[in-house]
């Protein structure tokens, strides 16, 4: 059965190579987008996710603060959330997983390292 996954971004064309990502690495997927912050958490608070997949830097709400929302309604952190963003040093990264996010990926995405990281996530 497909899991659902959310990708947050206020980029189309950013969403849509995340969903290409996906895609092509055959993961079993159905997809929800989101274009800020704000509506990726009302998508979140629908239920039924997976995984979140979300850009940091967005207009109305960021990640980051998704993130921390997101994680006070699931706080035993049952739904795997991956920051993909160009926000790559130490200081950010640690602030994302300090937040409650699972994972830092950092932009452009590799097809190999998208995987490597969701595979464990998404099987």
């Known amino acids: 059965m497909p899991k659902n996954v959310l990708v947050v971004d206020d980029s189309a064309m ?68 991956v920051m993909i963003t160009t926000n790559g040093n130490a200081d950010n990264i640690m602030h994302a997983l300090y937040a409650g996010a699972d994972q830092h990926l950092a932009k452009p995405l590799t097809p190999a390292h998208f995987k490597a990281a969701l595979t464990a996530i998404l099987g």
């Open 14 to 81: 950013m969403r849509r190579i995340v969903i290409g990502q996906l895609r092509a690495c055959e993961f079993d997927v159905n997809v929800i987008e989101a274009e800020d912050g704000s509506q990726g958490l009302e998508r979140f608070k629908q239920g039924d996710i997976a995984c979140v997949l979300s850009d940091w830097n967005m207009p109305t709400m960021d990640g980051l603060t998704m993130v921390r929302e997101m994680r006070k309604l699931d706080p035993h952190s049952r739904v795997s959330i």
